[in-house]
């Protein structure tokens, strides 16, 4: 067998350990910020990347089109049942937009915590080793993305930003195992209840939602929307329906699983919301709760 | 021509991951099945083994940080087993009779160690809590198959494009 770790050699690769564990650890510190060569190096692979997976998203569109094209008669049945739900609900919704309108104008309250600029992105990756619910997309600061928007399909919230470069941004997905991440929830049936999304169940495929106080009664079914009051996520983004209502560990307060309404495995156009009231530094995400002078009790 | 086939096929695979990534995880019977695709370190290894070590470790680095930038954030994990899984290879390779079902099998094995690696980081440092049940179930196993498939599918073309180029390579040489 020859020697292949000859003296200069082995010096050679301790070298290179040591290197490669410094930036390692420096790179974890600090993973929310790109550096100016990072952010070179993120824009010109995204760039060459949007050119692989924009033809390849038109081929899926194709077959999903296909596939929805042979699903037509049975959706048309059900759909026209649903129809006339639908027109009296319809008239329903614009009478009491109105209503909201006028009476906000008599208050003089023009600021709306439900109102965001939507921000229509596609997905050009997925993170390929999928250790961590990660997703890029192809709008970047240039299109006024910041960091900590809330990220969301036509079915739900999916996620939040966590990086931007000019070109492109990273998402990290609501299915993350990261602690830090929190949505501030609302589940909104006839009086509104408060909780935190906090974790996912990764055997359940849920979200866990705590903290709700145990005086109000939480059902199976209830839908759970944003209540922005995090501070970055605007009102009213549908999450997910409660499964299934327990208390937590102390016993203090409810528990519920969320079975979350957007799916999170094939994406490829997500909209970027782009919340009109000023963020502050609340409970969303993984805010460090500075600008709420009361913070919310620590329940764990 | 063949001579930038060598790097174009790399850069194809590195751009092609990302979007096969895109259709994972898989749900069947309300389980989600994660392939991850490792084609870029699977032709990176039929490099080292078929044309050149030294270009496939210097490939490795390059797309590994590359992947490192752009993907995860965390600067040194590919860029650092990319080049490591080369080396591995071409000092395997040359004690073993360079048939391609030899190749493959070799091939096959190192991903999975790349795949064992990762799930040991990415533990280590806390990211994901996972069992090693799980892992084998859900990750380790889809991922391999699907790797499986595309080495079988490719893995000759790879032999024949980098010992052509080895052979034009050789044939300059001599001249």
């Known amino acids: ?300 | 021509m063949i001579r930038f086939l060598v790097i174009i096929i790399s850069v194809l695979l590195f751009y092609m991951e990302p979007i096969f990534g895109l259709f994972s995880p898989i749900e069947l019977q309300g389980d989600f099945y994660v392939l991850v695709p490792r084609f870029l370190i699977m032709y990176l290894i039929f490099v080292s083994i078929y044309y050149d070590r030294k270009r496939a470790m210097l490939y490795g680095l390059i797309f590994g940080l590359l992947y490192d930038v752009f993907f995860i954030d965390i600067i040194g994990l590919y860029s650092f087993i990319y080049p490591l899984m080369c080396l591995v290879a071409s000092l395997i390779a040359k004690y073993i009779h360079q048939h391609l079902l030899v190749a493959t099998i070799l091939t096959l094995v190192l991903v999975a160690l790349v795949e064992l690696l990762l799930f040991l980081f990415y533990t280590f440092i806390g990211i994901k809590s996972m069992t090693y049940t799980e892992f084998f179930q859900f990750n380790l196993i889809p991922t391999m198959i699907a790797n499986l498939v595309f080495i079988l599918m490719f893995g000759w073309g790879f032999k024949y494009i980098l010992l052509n180029r080895f052979k034009q390579k050789a044939l300059l040489l001599q001249k």
Do not use: C
């Not at chain 1, 961590?132 to 939040?160: C, F, P, R, W, Y």
């Open chain 1, 1 to 300: 067998m020859p020697q292949f770790f000859s003296n200069k050699r082995l010096i050679l690769l301790l070298v290179g350990i040591i290197f490669l564990v410094a930036l390692i650890s420096f790179s974890l510190r600090d993973r929310n910020h790109a550096s100016v060569p990072e952010q070179l190096i993120k824009d010109v692979v995204g760039f060459g990347q949007s050119f692989f997976s924009k033809p390849t998203q038109y081929v899926t569109g194709v077959f999903n089109n296909v596939e929805s094209l042979l699903n037509t008669y049975d959706e048309n049945k059900r759909l026209k049942a649903r129809l006339e739900d639908y027109a009296s609900l319809q008239a329903n919704v614009n009478d009491l937009e109105i209503e909201n309108k006028e009476l906000r104008k008599i208050v003089d309250k023009e600021e709306n915590l439900r109102a965001f600029n939507p921000i229509q992105s596609t997905v050009i990756a997925r993170n390929p080793d999928q250790w961590e619910e990660k997703i890029i997309i192809d709008k970047g600061e240039i299109h006024g993305v910041e960091v900590n928007m809330a990220v969301m399909t036509s079915q739900g919230l999916i996620g939040k930003v966590i990086l931007t470069t000019p070109y492109t941004s990273t998402v990290e997905l609501l299915s993350t195992q990261n602690p830090n991440y929190r949505v501030s929830a609302v589940i909104a049936d006839k009086e509104e209840v408060f909780g935190l999304i906090e974790g996912y169940d990764e055997q359940r495929k849920e979200l866990i939602l705590k903290r709700i106080d145990s005086d109000f009664e939480v059902k199976k079914g209830q839908k759970v929307t944003t209540s922005g009051l995090g501070g970055i996520f605007p009102k009213g983004i549908l999450i997910g329906e409660v499964s299934e209502v327990t208390t937590d560990d102390h016993g203090l307060t409810k528990l519920a699983y969320v079975k979350p309404a957007a799916s999170f495995s094939i994406l490829d156009h997500v909209i970027i919301s782009k919340r009109s009231i000023s963020p502050i530094d609340g409970t969303d995400g993984n805010n460090t709760e500075s600008d709420l002078t009361e913070g919310a009790g620590d329940g764990s």
